[in-house]
């Protein structure tokens, strides 16, 4: 199936929250957290991170880069999609 696989690396992801609004921009064209594929949060305390990841993403199968990862201005946010994988194997094999 197409689709899309995310990862976070939460020794980088400092929780701006970045991502979930260009998550919800792009599936509802406003920026609302709570419409958010993925959510972030991060205890004010401790400044430790903690994220949940959709399992899956049709929506963005096809995105050259989806904007969650885009958003993510420090590389915290991470992942590989149907075209990204098309790409990537055209490379290898010039
Ligand atoms: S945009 Fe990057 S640094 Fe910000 S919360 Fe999302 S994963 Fe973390
Ligand atoms: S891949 Fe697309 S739908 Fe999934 S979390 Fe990122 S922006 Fe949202």
């Keep these: 199936m197409d689709s899309i696989s995310l990862k976070i690396d939460t020794t980088l992801c400092n ?55 885009d958003a993510c201005a420090i590389g915290a946010l991470t992942g590989t999609n149907s075209r990204m994988e098309r790409k990537a194997k055209e490379m290898k094999r010039r």
């Excluded at 991060?42 to 400044?47: A, K």
């Excluded at 991170?49 to 050259?64: K, R």
Aim: net charge negative; aromatic share 6%; with cysteine.
């Design 15 to 69: 929780g701006c929250r970045a991502c979930e609004l260009a998550c919800s921009f792009h599936l509802k064209g406003v920026c609302d957290p709570t419409i958010s594929k993925i959510k972030i949060t991060r205890d004010n305390e401790t400044g430790d991170v903690f994220c949940d990841l959709p399992p899956s993403c049709p929506e963005c199968s096809f995105e050259a880069k989806p904007p969650c990862i």
